[in-house]
Structures are given as structure tokens and as C-alpha cells.
């Protein structure tokens, strides 16, 4: 009876049915989510080792590119999720597979640069890609943190030249690549740089001209001088 038991395993194993790359990428999506404020999860060698070798199985035994794909990403999210010397060797690790494979793979790349937003996956990216969206999308996620510092405080010399290198960039020879949201660059930036350096306090606020509810036309200029709420809303 053992002995039939064990023939029964070996069969499963040998048709690729004891294993359920699917299942399991599934399965530690759902832990991954759940313990992700867990600060002793991320120092767990055995947990994310675990995890990242069955993904990194699952990866391997894919019967196709978006099965493959989706293990090598959420092993990324693991490797950045950790905080263990293996975690920081799987990254570079699943990185080079996800370039080896798909680098010129403009939407495979766009949920790479989502899901590992470090300056080294940018470079990697960046020295790997051929597609100009591609190239796009790291700009932006380089100029984004530079943005991001300064709601914090004043940007450096530096750090404030690059940022300026990088809007040109955007605004010039890529200004036509579209982002995840399918917007142009440009449009993207120009509306920044206006943000930036128009609706900010102390400056004269932008023109709104329209109907208000009894549609009646009126321009925001129109009330110069004197107090205005400007409630903003809309029904779509």
C-alpha cells in the first residue's frame, strides 16, 4: 500500500502536478500584504527565503510570460519588502531576470519601476531598455523624488541641477512617451513646473472662467479685490 502510494507521488512530481506555481504565487501575495507592517517579518531569513524560493520555482516552471512575470515581480516585492543580506541579493538577482527577459517590454518594465522604485533598478533599467518610454518612466521616478524632497525642504545645488537636467529632458526629447496613465510627459511636466511655480502662495491665481449654477457666464478676475471660496466639485 506505501509502496503504491509513493508510485502515485512520483507520478504527480513527474507530470509537474506536485507543484502549483499559481496557487503559491496566490498564496504569498495574500501573507505579503498581511505583514506588511510587520517589522520582524522583514528580518525573517526563513520566511523570506521561503517565499522567494518558491517564487523563484515558480518563475522557472511558467508555462507562459505572464505567469513568469507575475512570480519574478512579487519575488522583487519580497526582496524589497525584506531587510536580510539574502533579501538585498535576490533583488539584484530577480532584476537581471526580469531585464534578461523583458526590457523592451514597455508595460513589463512600467510594473518593474512600480514595484522597485530604488535608484539602482532605475539605472539597471535605464542601461538595459531600448524603448524611449521605457527611458521615460526613470526620469520621472528620479525627478518624482527630487519632488518629493522638496515638500520636505529646499533641494541642494545639486540635486537642484539635476532636477532641472531632468524637466528639460521630459519636456523636450520626451516629451511625446506617455506615462501609466497614458498622458504625455510634457503635458505632465508643464503641469508640474506650473504647480510649482504658480499656485503657491502670494502669486495671482489662474483665470477660471465658466457658468455658475444659474449659468450665468463669469471669470474668476471678476472678483478681484475681494474674498472668494472656490468650492470645487463635479458629477461624473
Known sequence: MLSKLFLGWVSAAA???????????????????????DA???ADAALTGDWLDTLWKAAGEAKDDDARCAALLLAMQVAEFGSTDACKEWRGKVRDELLARYADDAKRMGDLLRVSFTPQTREAVLARTTLKSVKAM????????????MR?????E?????????????????????????????????????????????????????????????????YRGKIVVLDFWGNW
Open 15 to 37: 507530470l509537474g502536478l506536485g507543484f502549483d506555481g499559481a496557487a503559491d504565487v496566490a498564496r504569498i501575495r495574500e501573507e505579503l500584504r498581511k505583514k506588511q507592517q
Open 152 to 156: 520636505r525642504e529646499k533641494l541642494g
Open 158 to 222: 545639486e540635486a537642484q541641477k539635476r532636477l532641472d537636467e531632468l524637466m528639460a529632458l521630459l519636456r523636450g526629447e520626451y516629451k511625446d512617451e506617455l506615462d501609466s496613465k497614458g498622458r504625455r510627459f510634457g503635458d505632465v511636466v508643464e503641469g508640474k513646473l506650473r504647480q510649482m511655480n504658480d499656485l503657491v502662495v502670494g502669486k495671482l491665481a489662474p483665470e477660471i472662467d465658466g457658468k455658475d449654477l444659474d449659468d450665468a457666464p463669469f471669470k474668476l478676475s471678476d
Open 138 to 149: 526613470c526620469l520621472w521616478g528620479e525627478a518624482s523624488g527630487y519632488l518629493a524632497t
Open 40 to 42: 520582524a517579518a522583514r
